[in-house]
Nanobody, 127 residues
Framework: QVPPVESGGGSVQPGGSLRLSCAASLYTNTSYCMVWFRQAPEKEREGVAALARDGTSRYVDSVKGRFTIAQDYAKNTLYLQMNSLKPEDTAMYYC?????????????????????WGQGTQVTVSS
């Protein structure tokens, strides 16, 4: 299996925006639950946002209203639009695929059951 490949990370000031991309042709064209995770230094990896094939989306409370997960099926690419970034958003961001039904339960944000991880892209929010 070819793992997802993330890109788009970088350094921004608080209040800025970034758009992360995840190339995952093996997963985006079929019925998987696609998830963005992040891991800050010395913290556990946490689910940030998830997207099901039917458009159902899930977000962790800390990013609701600021982040948007979306998918371009023609380009086989998953996105995470991040606005109003805060220093606490600083982390390595990962794209992952999991079973489609996990998008409809609390399982979407768990690290167990991930079918494939990308290598991650670093996001740093600092003034």
């Amino acid at each position: 299996q070819v793992p997802p490949v993330e890109s788009g990370g970088g350094s921004v000031q608080p209040g800025g925006s970034l758009r992360l991309s995840c190339a995952a042709s093996l997963y985006t064209n079929t019925s998987y639950c696609m998830v963005w995770f992040r891991q800050a230094p010395e913290k556990e990896r946490e689910g940030v946002a998830a997207l099901a094939r039917d458009g159902t989306s899930r977000y962790v409370d800390s990013v609701k209203g600021r982040f948007t997960i979306a998918q371009d099926y023609a380009k086989n690419t998953l996105y995470l639009q991040m606005n109003s970034l805060k220093p606490e958003d600083t982390a390595m961001y990962y794209c992952a695929a999991r079973a489609w039904y996990d998008c409809y339960s609390g399982s979407w944000s768990q690290t167990r059951g991930i079918l494939s991880w990308g290598q991650g892209t670093q996001v740093t929010v600092s003034s």
